[in-house]
């Protein structure tokens, strides 16, 4: 007996000798091949979901969803990146509607994704960014509503310019041309509202000001749009700045051409929707090139590059493409996401995991049939946000970096003149220095410069094949003029006199006020008014207790 258990010990030893370096050089897998690399290369997930929400059928759409899908194609067949780990894009149409989208952005949160990339729509992002605060998955979104900027939405990240600098290029065409009224056009959501806000504090700045906000409900009828135009025809300024949606903002247009109001004298300009429209269509018909003559619009600036040039000639072969042609939009899908995958690599290299976790706040307790339970929170949500906004790297757009609030670094925009079939580069703007002939590249190599004397721009054919810059403003059809008091003297009448023409005045005086007033950037509706009988000199004494009664009057004499 006790020589069997003398070699039961034997035995159990020996098995514990053999086991434990057995379980050392296995790891935490099945693999040995894999025994000497770094721990953090067992966690990377096979696959991990990465959500789209995107109006499909929309000019914004159609040149998005391709770039998507080839960035995935690309990312998953570069094996020098991710590194076994790949990436699988679920695609939700949010079909321009909020409530649709916001729905579709709940759904897509139960599929446990680790980053959103979308929505197009500034409304639907204010509503999800919330939904993304809650359950931390990071939002890289094409909104480009300025107040989405706040840090109430900390997991919100924009992969294309701020309407913020757009509206400031806007206010430096304003001042460029010297116009100090502007009236704006747009659309009364959350990305026309908070846009032409800021375009009126960037004005303010200019010593220039928005003199009416023309806002249109969305999905507004034709006759809606119609009486707005009119109405606005019937102000002083005629600056118009239309900020709206590229898929029915020509509507605008074809609107203020039945009413006149595309011919000389009339400016318009418009952010980067139509830009975005016609860069993206196959080709224009002659009736809506047409209606655009003489506009200025706005580009997103995306610098000439190999990589830009290569992703052009393969675009007609990628899937799901409509047209021939692409919009800005398409190069920024393309890097967003580059720039997820580059930073999920990095993530994965400081040994980051991909967990989710219920979220308890959110447990069924009323029987609700929208099951949100289901839906979990991004453990490491924090940690890959923090990696996203760190990241630096040169992509289709330019480069891909982010400022302290979040914003996409050196914005910049081309300046467009629409003639003829087509349209042609005036100049280009940029946050670092201002408007310039010279493209932004070779400027950021120079320290920065926005002094007015550096503004310039090339010519602009204006609206009715105008080649003269347009006043900006014309005398109002109705309002209170200027009074003014005219001495009604005997002596010295070369300087003022009465007269039969027009005015009623004549004289010296006369025509250096005149003078004065056709070079003011604004209408000065004015009348004089004889005061006197022109028998004696009137007392200016008088004259003066007169104007002080009366604040419309003011004294015109030498």
Not at 90 to 114: H, P, R, Y
Not at 139 to 165: E, G, I, K, M
């Amino acid at each position: 007996m006790d020589a069997y258990l003398q070699r039961k010990r034997v035995f159990l030893l020996l098995v514990s000798w053999i086991w434990v370096p057995l379980a050392v050089i296995g790891g935490t897998g099945n693999n040995t091949t894999n025994a000497t690399a770094p721990l953090s290369s067992f966690s990377r997930p096979k696959v991990v979901n990465v959500g789209a929400l995107f109006t499909a059928n929309s000019v914004i759409g159609r040149s998005a969803e391709p770039a998507l899908v080839a960035a995935i194609n690309d990312v998953n067949s570069d094996s020098s990146i991710l590194r076994g780990t790949k990436l699988n894009l679920i695609f939700q149409d949010t079909n321009c509607s909020g409530f649709v989208g916001t729905v579709d952005a709940l759904q897509l949160m139960e599929k446990e994704v680790i980053a959103a990339i979308g929505p197009q729509s500034s409304g639907i992002a204010h509503v999800i960014s919330h939904v993304m605060n809650e359950l931390q998955v990071p939002l890289l979104s094409f909104a480009t509503d300025p107040t989405l900027s706040s840090l109430q939405y900390s997991y919100f990240l924009r992969t294309v310019p701020n309407d913020h600098f757009q509206m400031y290029a806007i206010a430096d065409v304003v001042d460029y041309f010297g116009w100090k009224e502007v009236i704006a056009i747009f659309v009364d959501d959350d990305n026309g509202r908070n846009g032409i806000s800021v375009l009126g504090d960037a004005l303010a700045k200019k010593r220039a000001k928005l003199t009416y906000k023309a806002a249109f409900s969305p999905g507004a009828s034709s006759s809606e749009i119609d009486d707005l135009l009119v109405s606005v025809n019937l102000m002083e300024a005629r600056v118009f700045v239309v900020h709206v949606n590229p898929d029915t903002g020509l509507s605008i247009f074809s609107k203020a051409k039945n009413l006149g109001m595309m011919v000389g004298g009339y400016v318009w300009i418009t952010t980067d929707w139509l830009p975005s429209f016609l860069d993206s269509s196959d080709s224009v018909n002659p009736e809506t090139m047409d209606l655009i003559q003489g506009v200025v619009a706005l580009r997103h600036h995306t610098a000439d590059s190999d990589q830009k040039k290569k992703f052009a000639s393969r675009w007609k072969n990628l899937k799901n493409v409509e047209a021939s042609s692409f919009n800005s939009y398409a190069l920024y899908a393309y890097d967003t996401i580059w720039l997820l995958a580059r930073a999920l690599d990095l993530y994965f290299k400081d040994g980051g995991k991909v967990t989710f976790s219920d979220d308890h706040r959110l447990r069924d307790t009323n029987g609700s049939a929208l099951h949100l339970s289901s839906m979990q929170v991004f453990d490491q949500g924090q940690k890959l946000f923090q990696t996203l906004i760190g990241m630096n790297f040169t992509g289709l757009s330019g480069q891909i970096q982010f400022d302290s609030e979040k914003n996409l670094g050196h914005p910049a925009y081309d300046v467009l003149n629409i003639g003829g079939t087509g349209s042609r580069t005036v100049g280009y703007w940029s946050n670092y220095s201002g408007l310039s002939v010279v493209t932004p590249e070779i400027l950021y190599s120079k320290p920065p410069n926005t002094s007015t004397s550096t503004q310039h721009l090339y010519n602009v054919i204006w609206p009715g094949e105008m080649v003269t810059q347009p006043r900006g403003w014309v005398f109002p059809h109705n309002g209170k003029p200027l009074r003014i008091a005219v001495p009604y003297r005997v002596t010295f009448k070369e300087f003022v006199h009465k007269d039969k023409g027009p005015s009623g005045v004549k004289g010296y005086c006369i025509d250096v006020f005149e003078a004065a007033i056709d070079l003011l950037p604004y209408a000065v509706p004015h009348v004089y008014i004889l005061y006197g009988d022109g028998k004696r000199n009137p007392s200016f004494k008088n004259l003066v207790n007169d104007v002080v009664a009366n604040d419309t009057f003011c004294i015109l004499e030498i």
